[in-house]
C-alpha cells in the first residue's frame, strides 16, 4: 500500500504538472550519487495515526461472528525534492505543486483520473502541508549525504493497512449467571 500511494501520487503530480518524465520515487540520497535530477519524492518517515486505534477485533459478517485485527492507518511523510538544472525551473516547479496540492489535496476513486487510477484497497488520501525548522532541514538533508534542494514536506494521511485474515469466532448460545444458566 505504502508503494502504490507514493506512486500513485508521483503519476498524479507528473499529469497534473505535464512533467511525466521528470518526477520519480527515489531515495534521497540518489540525487547525489547519481545525480537525479527532476522532482523527486522519497518516503522519510511513517507514523500510526493513534487516535483510530480504537476498533474492534470482532466483526460482523452476514449471520456469523469473526475475529480479526483492525486496521492500522499510516502517515506517510514525504519529501519532494526539487532538482531541475536550471534553478528558476526548481522554483517554479515548487510553487506548481503547493498550487497543484492547494487545489487538489484529497484522492479517492471518487476522483480518480482515467489515465492514473486510484489504488484498489485505498479509501483516501489526503495530503497536509508540513512545516519544517532549519534544524530539521539540516538533519534531513545531512542524513541524505546530499547538499541541500528546494524541498516540501507533504504528510499523506490515512494510508489504511488491512489484514486479511480472520477466525470465525464460536457461537454464544448459554450465558452462565451466578445463579444458574439461561438458554
Request: glycine share 4%.
Amino acid at each position: 500500500m505504502i508503494n502504490q500511494s507514493l506512486e500513485f501520487i508521483s503519476d498524479e503530480l507528473a499529469l497534473g504538472l505535464g512533467i511525466t518524465s521528470d518526477v520519480s520515487v527515489e531515495n534521497l540520497s540518489k540525487i547525489k550519487d547519481e545525480n537525479l535530477s527532476g522532482l523527486i519524492i522519497s518516503l522519510l518517515n511513517v507514523q500510526e495515526e493513534s487516535t483510530l486505534k480504537n476498533s474492534p477485533h470482532v466483526i460482523r459478517k452476514a449471520n456469523r461472528l469473526a475475529y480479526k485485527e483492525p486496521p492500522v492507518y499510516l502517515n506517510l511523510y514525504t519529501l519532494m525534492a526539487f532538482e531541475f538544472e536550471d534553478y528558476g525551473t526548481s522554483l517554479q516547479r515548487l510553487e506548481e505543486t503547493v498550487l497543484y496540492f492547494q487545489n487538489k489535496s484529497w484522492f479517492s476513486s471518487e476522483n480518480e483520473r482515467a489515465d492514473n487510477p486510484f489504488p484498489s484497497g485505498l479509501k483516501k488520501l489526503i495530503l497536509d502541508l508540513q512545516n519544517l525548522t532549519f534544524e530539521q532541514l539540516n538533519h534531513i538533508w545531512s542524513i541524505s549525504g546530499g547538499s541541500h534542494c528546494l524541498s516540501l514536506l507533504y504528510r499523506i494521511r490515512l494510508v489504511i493497512i488491512e489484514p486479511v485474515d480472520e477466525i470465525d469466532a464460536p457461537e454464544i448460545d448459554t450465558i452462565k449467571l451466578e445463579s444458574g444458566l439461561l438458554k
